[in-house]
């Protein structure tokens, strides 16, 4: 059985008039289910390329913004805070 997903790239771009970029995560959404999954940066070698780009980036938004989504993201069955909804695997 095939499904329809939706896919998106996240990018940190530290500026973006230089149109310079690295992938920072990957964001999946079943709009059947409405299930979602995302997947950011978490490792040291991972960093590294964030800071290979931008040495003096702050590293510690990339995990707020991984919160600030599961927070915002809607559950499956409408309740909560919408943590269920999210997988990091």
């Known amino acids: 059985m095939r499904r329809l997903l939706i896919r998106r790239v996240l990018r940190y771009a530290p500026n ?35 800071r290979r780009l931008h040495p003096d980036a702050d590293e510690s938004v990339l995990p707020r913004l991984r919160d600030t989504w ?3 993201s809607p559950p499956k069955d409408g309740s909560g805070t919408g943590e269920a909804a999210v997988s990091n695997g």
């Open 16 to 50: 973006p008039v230089r149109d310079e970029w690295v992938n920072i995560g990957v964001l999946i959404f079943d709009p059947e289910s409405g299930e979602r999954r995302l997947r950011m940066v978490e490792e040291e070698d991972e960093f590294h390329r964030v």
């Open 70 to 72: 599961k927070a915002c």
